[in-house]
């Protein structure tokens, strides 16, 4: 409960009610610039043999260089993803408790909200 009040009160703006960090907010960071890879992934439904096969080999060396990319036309509408991301959040709200009953992860997984990490 203690990260709720910490956390969730202090970044969560009423108005939208969703997460939002505050201008009070004291961060201290380095940002390097960098450009991460963005795939158009159109070309794996309408593109030619090559084309298809250079979308699959970046996305695998985005994969192993970065870990994530930016996916484009991928033909999802923006309400589904708007549906997706209010979703989202009225998951990561609910007590852990309760997402712990409906999730089935491996008995040694180790994810944020894990109690112990929390």
């Known amino acids: ?8 009160n202090q970044i969560t703006n009423t108005e939208r009610d969703v997460p939002e960090i505050p201008f009070s907010f004291s961060v201290t960071a380095v940002v390097e ?8 992934v159109s070309r794996l ?22 870990g994530f990319f930016q996916v484009i036309n991928h033909g999802i509408s923006m309400d589904v993803l708007e549906k997706m991301r209010q979703e989202q959040i009225r998951v990561f709200r609910e007590p852990f408790d309760k997402k712990s009953k409906s999730e089935k992860f491996s008995a040694g997984s180790y994810r944020w909200g894990t109690p112990s990490a929390t």
């Open 1 to 8: 409960e203690i990260y709720k009040t910490l956390l969730y």
């Open 33 to 40: 610039e960098v450009e991460l890879p963005v795939i158009d």
């Open 45 to 66: 439904i309408h593109g030619a043999e090559k084309e298809r096969e250079n979308c699959k080999e970046e996305i695998a060396r985005a994969s192993r260089e970065w």
